[in-house]
């Protein structure tokens, strides 16, 4: 930790002066250590000198990285004699020296926790975590002693601890006193196990957090088996369309002596064995027709007919699209819903596949709503710049959406709806082209959310409005989306004609 007194950007000259040789002087002997972080408190409101050399070093290879202190309330926010004029804002400090150094991945921010009298409310607790907070300061004084005299902290304060676990902080104990501290480090370490509480499904999950993945191109690219055994890992989903199919059987009249079933883009069959599923709880005979154009995938589908379904499956190796099938059917069911809904062109592919369907039949689903929201993560917008893959240029990379498991975010504003979908669709013209501007099922994880990345990070001042213009285009080869900041600041349209990013129908 370089020295507090340090002031770069002092009035005075001869403390500037100083102040600078003493920091290149500590610099230099943390570079002769090979320390891995250097840590710096944030004193004032005013950084821009010390902002211009740490950007510098990071500019020349700078091999550390910077983690700058500040506290999570500052104390002006709470004192009895600051007007609201004089009110700093912690955060402030910390943004507006990030962008001094324009948002350099290796700069981290640690927070010193307030006194439990000043914890901050949820929204501003939000906002940090939406920042690369990389530990917390926890003071001795906030400790209690428990009934066995051994040190614990208040509930308030766990619970704020609580709310960065998930972002892998470390934890430094403050002390104004030498003496052991490993009985606070002991009680740390046992509050971690005690108040982590894993993600459901774990295992989907792991590994994925803030991490770009390219939304699938499941028309014109044949699935892998990875990729199918995930998604049905997700016992969830699956259960939750049983329900949906033995639902929609039970509607359909008994004159109906052998209802059809018929699933497109059945994959490995986990839909297949929904409907027969519900076929057995109501003890009801049922048609199904398995349609499915992946080569690979039908090889398995085969396999399931011959040894688990005993020849109750017609498979059909072809693309729903083009594929006329000999009967209509009374249940459509598909999964071809992407991360943003329409973005594995589940719209064009049930459209084109209604005609299977009775005019008094049922689509599973029926419905679909996408959502869009403004986010923060700084995490995410140096993943995007940092890794440009070779053949790909930098305007590429900020034009192309992202599936991602996020982790170290805050939403800015709760969701608003954006494009809706219904099937079957029985319009005489169909437009899936859209410019609308207008319930997540409990752990169900096979859809982490899409992100539509802007090309520099803007700030937002509280109560402002945010206003986004989000088109879905399509010709006859691709589906692509177009979006614009349009408040409270205009922005250029972004991924115009698909240029950068576009969904292929053949």
């Given at each position: 930790e370089l020295t507090h007194t340090i002031n770069l950007d002092s009035e005075i000259e001869h403390v500037r002066s100083k102040s600078k040789a003493l920091f290149l002087q500590e610099l230099g002997f943390a570079i002769h250590l090979g320390v891995p972080v250097v840590k710096i408190s944030l004193t004032k409101k005013v950084n821009t000198q010390l902002g211009r050399l740490i950007n510098e070093k990071f500019v020349s290879g700078f091999g550390s990285s910077f983690w700058i202190t500040v506290p999570m309330v500052h104390p002006s926010q709470y004192s009895p004699i600051c007007t609201d004029d004089e009110k700093e804002d912690s955060w402030e400090w910390w943004n507006d020296f990030r962008t001094y150094c324009n948002y350099d991945k290796h700069l981290g921010l640690v927070l010193e926790l307030p006194d439990i009298k000043h914890i901050p409310l949820k929204n501003e607790i939000d906002r940090w975590i939406g920042e690369p907070v990389k530990a917390l300061i926890i003071p001795t004084s906030y400790f209690l002693l428990n009934n066995h005299g051994k040190p614990v902290l208040p509930r308030a304060h766990?619970?704020?601890?609580?709310?960065?676990?998930?972002?892998?902080v470390q934890y430094i104990i403050k002390s104004d006193s030498e003496g052991d501290l490993s009985v606070y480090t002991k009680y740390l370490h046992f509050l971690g196990k005690k108040l982590y509480v894993?993600?459901?499904?774990?295992?989907?999950?792991?590994?994925?957090?803030?991490?770009l993945q390219n939304p699938l191109q499941p028309l014109t690219e044949h699935l892998e088996t990875n990729?199918?055994?995930?998604?049905?890992?997700?016992?969830i989903k699956y259960t939750t369309y049983q329900n949906a199919i033995?639902?929609?059987l039970e509607d359909v009249p008994k004159e109906v002596a052998v209802p059809v079933i018929m699933v497109v883009g059945a994959g490995r069959g986990p839909l297949v064995q929904a409907a027969l599923n519900v076929s057995y709880i109501l003890h009801r005979k049922i048609k199904v027709y398995a349609v499915e154009k992946n080569p690979y995938a039908i090889n398995t589908l085969i396999d399931r007919v011959q040894n688990e379904w005993n020849g109750q499956v017609t498979l059909i190796n072809e693309d729903?699209?083009?594929?006329?099938?000999?009967?209509?059917?009374d249940i459509l069911v598909s999964e071809l819903l992407g991360s943003f809904g329409d973005n594995e062109l589940s719209p064009e592919c049930l459209d084109g596949a209604q005609r299977f369907l009775k005019r008094s039949g049922v689509s599973i689903p029926c419905s679909y709503t996408s959502y869009l929201a403004p986010l923060q993560s700084i995490k995410i917008f140096n993943e995007i710049r940092n890794n440009r893959p070779a053949d790909k240029t930098l305007r590429t990379c900020y034009e192309t959406p992202y599936v991602i498991h996020l982790v170290n975010y805050y939403q800015i504003a709760p969701a608003q709806t954006l494009f809706k979908f219904e099937h079957p669709n029985w319009s005489d013209v169909i437009n899936n082209e859209s410019i609308h501007p207008e319930t997540y099922t409990h752990e169900m994880v096979s859809w982490f959310p899409i992100v539509f990345p802007l090309q520099e990070p803007m700030k937002v001042q509280a109560g402002s409005i945010i206003e986004i213009s989000f088109w879905r285009v399509e010709n006859p080869d691709k589906v692509w989306y177009e979006w614009c900041l349009e408040a409270p600041m205009k922005g250029c349209i972004m991924n115009p004609n698909g240029r950068s990013y576009f969904i292929k129908k053949h």
């Open positions: 766990q619970e704020l601890i609580q709310r960065f676990l998930a972002i892998d894993s993600e459901v499904n774990l295992e989907f999950v792991q590994g994925c957090e803030d991490f990729i199918y055994e995930v998604f049905e890992k997700d016992q033995q639902k929609a729903m699209r083009v594929y006329e099938p000999p009967e209509k059917a």
